[in-house]
């Protein structure tokens, strides 16, 4: 994609760091925890990291959502189900590294 690819690629980088930081940042009791069933992390960083994974698929026609973390529903199912920390983020480490390679022209 050239320049425009490239500025991209480093933008999602910078975005990816931070989900990165704010992970491993958190707690093992927050992970799962919190006052809003919304805004439980799990919940919030599953969601974002499949979001991009299937907007970002080719055909997304037969994307199996849940399907990193045994097909758990990130936004409804029991909290047990959805991953751990290092679970989300190797899938997140794919993810990006997919989008970027796409972004910056690399099959």
């Known amino acids: 994609m050239g320049k425009i690819g490239d500025a991209l690629a480093n933008q999602y980088a910078r975005t990816w ?3 990165r930081e704010a992970v491993e940042h958190c707690t093992d009791a927050a992970w799962k925890g919190g006052d809003h069933p919304v805004f439980i992390p ?3 960083a599953c969601h974002l990291v499949e ?7 080719d055909r997304p026609e037969g994307f199996q959502w849940g399907a990193a973390w ?3 529903d990130c936004e409804k199912d029991d909290l047990g189900l959805l991953p751990a920390r ?10 990006r590294a997919r989008v970027d ?7």
């Open 17 to 19: 760091r931070e989900l």
């Open 42 to 44: 799990v919940r919030l």
């Open 70 to 72: 045994g097909g758990a």
């Open 101 to 107: 390679a796409w972004l910056r022209g690399r099959p």
């Open 51 to 57: 979001t991009v994974d299937y907007y970002t698929q």
């Open 86 to 95: 290092a679970a989300l983020l190797a899938y997140a480490d794919t993810v």
